[in-house]
């Protein structure tokens, strides 16, 4: 068709190389659970093997694709081996990454409904269906005045959400004359680190972040939330935004939400609920009372991302009030002007996060939903739970182990009753030796491990392994004389 | 390998599916420019062909790609047809596609050095490639106290840096104390829409954004900015961030950076610098005259997801000063603590960005400069620039259209005579008829068109078509009596 000089690729290329790249990523399936789970580099060994400049001509991409396995293998953390037990997931599976390849192949940019109306709508419809499949409160679905959208993560979540709360206190004058310096925001000493980051970027200050101290499960009390809350207007500050979590990253902790709904509803308070990793559970029924009095909540977001075999990034993020988020974030330059938005009829979705570009995420999601069906989906996410509770199990029936936490869901928090040296010895021989991978927290001020089960492909012989393998380093390190490792 | 009951694609399915993803893919480009380039559909169109649940069964993946065919794809705008010139483009690349299904593949998420060594030394690596494939100061390479990061999206590159602006100007205490209604930020009346979303966001308040006036090639002017300044000092007010653009949205205006940046300086202001679309032009020397007075700056963006063949999402955001921005950023939960985060000799990425998550974008950048070498990059950005030139020549040497701005680089600017109706009826009807895609602008109070010329497989026949369809338009509008349309 073209007689212009070209150094683009091809169709018939791009056909040869993505059935290479495609059989090369079924074989990383294949075998990823042979390799070791936490890269063995140290620190500049990669960009040891990479050439200092870029290169002048171009190079076939057989040589690209080579220096994947020479180079880059090597310094990658597996976390799509059956084996990898830490922080929390970040699964995938074949339909997502085949959604994320046909997002890639389209490469269309969202940020207005007309700038493709199929990456809105299905983005908005399946959000729908999930209100659904999660048994989510119906106030999050778009026929209301609330609704769903797509962040990149549960961090842009909250910083939307605390952003729409921010204006809501401030009668929406805070975009305009700036940061009110009575506002205070509402977390537990257990919440994840990105409120923190998010109250400073929209400046209510650090100093106006109260972490509210948990009960003995790690749950967020009420009653010391109300006193703060009290002592704060007393103070003459202005409550403005909480935060409680279904699932908190040490130790998957529940904490109320009816009761901190309640004392939000009564205060005028933003109540975001981050059920971020955990959220996945409410697809089956039997773990949705952890959502009871997720109806009080403005917002909940969940990350599709973690548990939900949906390759990063894909974060869902509810709102009650989408006018207050869109409120918050709008900007409508000339240039960015056009009759469907005018129209009022559609969602442009740049109002509804920081960012203006985004990409179709919602494919990969669709096509994760259809391929697994419901039933599928519960299926994998009970089966995991069942392997953590087993392992919960052993942990509890073991002398030499005891747990750290309640285990509600799939993350088991536990440590060897040796002391904290003994468990951060533990760690670091476990995952040195490449077998499995599991990180650690702090929980009453002890050193705790956690065992996260949510990776795609882990089944009951990597969870017996990884047993087997913990008792017997637990066991080296005991008959071992104490040393610097 | 496995007995348990399994709803996963096997590897073997992958293969088959993603083989066929693959073709469609291929496929998809080599037809993509005999379809309508913005989407024809109606809103509400596209829902209307969902099912309104999930289905509880999961489908065969044959039914998942027919409905990408039969409901998707007549809602796509299609960014990659090579008869988009709306916007800034959002061009990809066979290379870039693959970099991103093997990302997905992986599927590591690379928030800490130690979560993917390579994720991280690849991305520090191909951003110190770029500051030498583009000219850019050495200050911004990482064996300097500079260094390069990839964000999501240019938006997220300038809250970054306005945040570590922000606090380097409150000595870091609005992170602890909140916001300081003091603080002033400096843009130009043509300066994009998210550094007002940003100023909104980190708490200084519209109120304190100051839009200083351009001149007539719709450049910053430096007199009237170093005024301001002056005026808001005097009113006690603190100058804290100033942005100017390589190449501004609305017409590739290039803002006087020496200028700037000398009053930047004096000021102690953080001069950070748009090249959001433009910056891909300093891969050729012949174009880097536009950077001069970039050894000012404290941070610098440019997106090659917009210009250079790489998917989105991929912004390139360089500081002086990575101190600056990761004391910013920086969260350090016990959860996250590691032995290669606390040796000090390694980049943990979170802390340069908003989100603590990141997926392997480097994958797509590397491939890209290794499948087009320098030498190609530059050929093909010569080559839209070119383009673009001599469709200017066009607009200029007709007596019925006139330039309505400068056009630098790949962005034109022009009018009809026949004023703002004729303009909005011709944009409408040219956008309607799907043989190409272009947007507006207003300049001076009118309506303008802008035709930039940077989709990967724009030739000079679709350049050459576009005119006719642009002038043949012209005239029947002319000809007919004025109507609605």
Redesign the interface.
Same mark, same amino acid.
């Given at each position: 068709m073209?007689h212009?000089?070209?150094?683009?690729?091809?169709? /018939?290329?791009?056909?040869r190389?993505?059935?290479a790249?495609?059989?090369?990523?079924?074989?990383?399936?294949?075998r990823v659970e042979t390799l070791p789970v936490?890269?063995q580099?140290k620190?500049?060994?990669?960009?040891a093997s990479?050439p200092a +400049?870029?290169?002048?001509?171009?190079?076939p991409?057989s040589?690209?694709l080579a220096d994947?396995d020479r180079? &880059?293998?090597?310094?990658?953390?597996?976390?799509?081996s059956p084996n990898f037990y830490a922080?929390f997931p970040?699964?995938?599976?074949?339909?997502?990454?085949?959604g994320?390849?046909?997002s +890639?192949?389209?490469?269309?940019?969202g940020m207005l409904?007309?700038?493709?109306?199929?990456?809105t709508?299905?983005e908005?419809?399946?959000l729908d269906?999930?209100v659904?499949?999660l048994g989510l409160p119906a106030k999050f679905k778009s026929n209301t005045a609330g609704g769903g959208v797509i962040q990149?993560?549960?961090?842009?979540a909250v910083?939307a959400t605390l952003?729409a709360a921010r204006e809501r206190a401030t009668n929406f004058q805070?975009?305009?004359?700036?940061?009110d310096?009575r506002?205070v925001a509402y977390v537990s000493t257990q919440t994840?680190?990105?409120v923190?980051?998010a109250v400073? &970027?929209?400046?209510?200050?650090?100093?106006?972040l109260r972490q509210i101290e948990v009960d003995e499960h790690f749950a967020l009390r009420p009653d010391a939330l109300a006193r703060q809350i009290e002592a704060d207007r007393r103070a003459g500050l202005t409550p403005c935004f909480a935060v409680a979590t279904i699932g908190t990253?040490?130790s998957n902790a529940l904490d109320p939400l009816p009761e901190i709904g309640r004392i939000c509803r009564e205060n005028k308070i933003w109540f975001h609920v981050d059920g971020a990793m955990a959220g996945t559970a409410g697809l089956c029924p039997e773990f949705r009372h952890m959502q009871n009095g997720l109806e009080l909540a403005d917002s909940y977001a969940f990350n599709p991302?973690k548990w939900m075999f949906t390759?990063?990034?894909c974060d869902c993020c509810y709102v009650a009030d989408r006018a207050a988020l869109i409120k918050t974030?709008s &900007?409508?330059?000339?240039?960015?002007?056009?009759?469907?938005t005018e129209?009022g009829?559609?969602i442009d979705y740049r109002d509804w996060h920081?960012?203006?570009?985004r990409?179709f995420r919602a494919?990969k999601l669709?096509?994760v939903?259809?391929?697994?069906?419901? /039933?599928?989906?519960r299926?994998?996410i009970r089966?995991h739970v069942q392997l953590a509770q087993e392992f919960a199990g052993w942990i509890a029936a073991d002398a030499q182990f005891e747990l750290a936490a309640p285990a509600p869901l799939n993350l088991v928090c536990f440590r060897h009753r040796g002391g904290d040296d003994v468990n951060r010895q533990l760690l /670091?021989r476990l995952n040195r030796s490449g077998a499995l991978y599991l990180?650690?927290?702090?929980l009453g001020g002890r050193y705790t491990l956690?065992f996260c089960v949510g990776q795609?492909?882990t089944? +009951?012989?990597h969870v017996a392994q990884a047993w087997h393998r913990i008792c017997a380093t637990a066991a080296e390190i005991s008959t071992a004389p104490a040393k610097a490792t």
């Open positions: 073209s212009e000089t070209s150094y683009h690729m091809s169709p /018939e290329e791009f056909r190389w993505g059935h790249m495609v059989d090369w990523i079924a074989g990383y399936q294949q936490l890269s580099v620190p500049g060994d990669i960009r990479l +400049a870029a290169p002048e001509r171009g190079e991409f040589d690209i994947v180079i &880059i293998l090597p310094g990658i953390t597996h976390w799509q922080f970040s699964n995938t599976s074949g339909p997502s990454i085949l994320e390849m046909l +890639a192949g389209l490469g269309v940019q409904w007309a700038t493709s109306p199929a990456c709508e299905l908005t419809h399946v269906w999930l659904d499949l990149d993560a549960a961090s842009s910083l952003l805070s975009n305009e004359r700036g940061a310096g506002l994840h680190s990105s923190e980051k400073k &970027i929209v400046g209510l200050g650090r100093q106006n990253t040490s991302h390759n990063f990034d974030l &900007i409508l330059p000339e240039y960015l002007r056009n009759q469907a129209s009829a559609v920081v960012q203006l570009g990409r494919l669709w096509f939903i259809r391929h697994y069906g419901a /039933e599928g989906l299926h994998h089966r /670091e990180t650690h927290t702090l956690r795609t492909h089944e +009951a012989r």
